[in-house]
């Protein structure tokens, strides 16, 4: 089974950026694991939904408080999926996963138990 590992949390400042990555453990396993996406679970919050992407990157959507902030891109050639996360703000302190839905290839889920493969989280802390 493939296992997903996320990296590139850190800590920062109010308005600045990271670019998480999320790599597969098997090589050219990206193709298979069909939609994706980036959760993200604050402290004493639910895990929720951040951005998804389809199996080619043509199509990507994201929950409302960070569109035009953050992207989501993958690279199936390289096996990593990115999150670029720009002016980011103490909301958006929390862990963050990848995820993978095998089951769709496009018009990919919001909903956490569409997903079947995890990684183990990176954290990100923003600082006012």
């Known amino acids: 089974q493939v296992q997903l590992a996320e990296s590139g949390g850190d800590s920062v400042n109010s308005g600045g950026s990271l670019r998480l990555s999320c790599t597969a453990s098997?090589?050219?396993?990206?193709?298979?694991?069909?939609?994706m996406a980036w959760f993200r679970q604050a402290p004493g919050a639910g895990r929720r939904g951040v951005a998804t992407i389809d199996l080619l990157g043509e199509t990507t959507e994201y929950t409302n408080s960070v569109k035009g902030r953050f992207t989501i891109s993958r690279n199936n050639a390289k096996d990593t999926l990115y999150l670029q996360m720009n002016n980011l703000g103490p909301e958006d302190t929390a862990v963050y996963y990848c995820a993978a839905d095998p089951s769709r290839l496009e018009y990919c889920s919001s909903d956490i138990d569409a997903y079947k493969h995890w990684g183990q989280g990176t954290q990100v802390t923003v600082s006012s």
């Open positions: 098997k090589a050219s396993w990206m193709t298979s694991l069909g939609c």
